[in-house]
């Protein structure tokens, strides 16, 4: 019930940065929380950067310092402000969203992934 794009990945230098958008469309009245996700080949997905709707964020010890996660309610995108970036941080990345909706035809709740973007730091 939730569509995500992801944008903004590409290639970078180590130390420079980046910053992923994440466009949410369809219920997005009811997300509860979303965060960014990302999977290195032979790894598994593992969060990066997550915020709840009241604005409570918490970060991987691997990215604390370098990555913000925001969002801009008003027009349904996350985003991942990266910087400092370094060879480790090289992965496809991916939005995710929770959501609880509540209906007059009934609740359902839901979790959505964006199809990825891939993010490379060279050396």
């Known amino acids: 019930q939730v569509k995500l794009v992801e944008s903004g990945g590409g290639l970078v230098h180590t130390g420079g940065s980046l910053r992923l958008s994440c466009a949410a469309s369809?219920?997005?009245?009811?997300?509860?929380?979303m965060g960014w996700y990302r999977q290195a080949p032979g790894t598994e997905r593992v969060l990066v950067a997550g915020i709840t709707k009241g604005g409570s964020t918490n970060y991987a010890d691997s990215v604390k310092g370098r990555f913000t996660i925001s969002r801009d309610t008003a027009k349904n995108t996350l985003y991942l402000q990266m910087t400092s970036l370094n060879a480790a941080d090289t992965a496809v990345y991916y939005c995710?969203?929770?959501?609880?909706?509540?209906?007059?035809?009934?609740?359902?709740?839901?979790?959505?992934w964006g199809q990825g973007t891939q993010v490379t730091v060279s050396s």
């Open positions: 369809g219920d997005t009245d009811c997300i509860s929380t």
């Open positions: 995710n969203a929770e959501y609880y909706c509540f209906r007059s035809s009934g609740d359902y709740t839901g979790r959505d």
